[in-house]
């Protein structure tokens, strides 16, 4: 199948499943938190059906600049807290192995996925975040 009605989200989210599906050990809470996911993105299901059968075909497209990779992660913290799919220390799993992929340096990844987190989760704003995620990258 050669798929070509791609949505604005198509080539983000196949990186998340990349990153997600790639070491072989996701967890069936992380996947069902994908299929949701894809609803929230406003995938279509053939879109889901090509990327889960192509995932490995994708490249990973990590934000380069600091306070993208920041920006990333709020938006994300605030989706994991949206979804009850994953909770506790399996969302900071998942979102250390995100983190990790787009350019996190790994001494800090667990602190800074925990932190954000939390963060998302008291929904602060935006240059709040910023400014306490900066504080950790320090």
Do not use: C
């Amino acid at each position: 199948m050669n798929y070509h009605s791609k949505s604005q989200y198509h080539d983000a989210y196949a990186s998340m499943v990349k990153i997600t599906m790639r070491d072989g050990d996701a967890s069936k809470r992380e996947i069902i938190f994908l299929e949701h996911l894809m609803y929230k993105l406003s995938l279509t299901e053939e879109e889901y059906e090509f990327i889960m059968q192509n995932y490995m075909n994708y490249p990973i497209t990590a934000p380069y600049a600091k306070d993208e990779r920041i920006k990333a992660l709020y938006e994300l913290g605030k989706i994991l807290n949206s979804d009850r799919t994953i909770e506790g220390e399996d969302q900071i799993r998942w979102l250390e192995r995100v983190g990790k992929a787009i350019g996190f340096e790994p001494n800090y990844v667990h602190e800074v996925s925990a932190k954000a987190l939390l963060l998302t989760k008291n929904k602060i704003d935006f240059d709040r975040f910023e400014s306490e995620i900066g504080a950790v990258l320090e």
